[in-house]
């Protein structure tokens, strides 16, 4: 059974810093893209980054230039590193496995770790 175990979200400022981990469980990551995402109350949930099995990054243009995807293979585990954040940038934080042209998801979702942000 594959387990998805978030962690690292927290309180932040406007302009600070947060990097998010996220460690696989059950299945090897090596091979396959992993992407992160953001949940909000009363909204679906969105994609934020994502990085290929081997290179190749994509981000919304929201999180651009300000996100940074990354993955330890050998640590079966992605990271999320978030600079500049915003406001808009709060929410729970997910990891996961997109599917082509990053839609869809292969695993179920975990708990999620919670980012709150204050001005």
């Known amino acids: 059974q594959v387990q998805l175990v978030e962690s690292g979200g927290g309180a932040a400022q406007t302009g600070g810093s947060l990097r998010l981990s996220c460690v696989v469980r059950?299945?090897?990551?090596?091979?396959?893209?992993m992407g992160w995402y953001r949940q909000v109350p009363g909204k679906e949930r969105e994609f934020v980054a994502g990085v290929g099995p081997s290179v190749g990054t994509h981000y919304p243009d929201s999180v651009r230039g300000r996100f940074s995807i990354s993955r330890d293979n050998d640590a079966n585990t992605g990271y999320l590193q978030m600079n500049d954040l915003e406001p808009n940038d709060a929410g729970v934080y997910f990891c996961?496995?997109?599917?082509?042209?990053?839609?869809?998801?292969?695993?179920?979702w975990g708990q999620g770790t919670q980012v709150s942000i204050s001005s």
């Open positions: 059950g299945v090897t990551i090596r091979g396959k893209a």
């Open positions: 996961n496995s997109p599917l082509g042209y990053w839609k869809g998801v292969r695993y179920n």
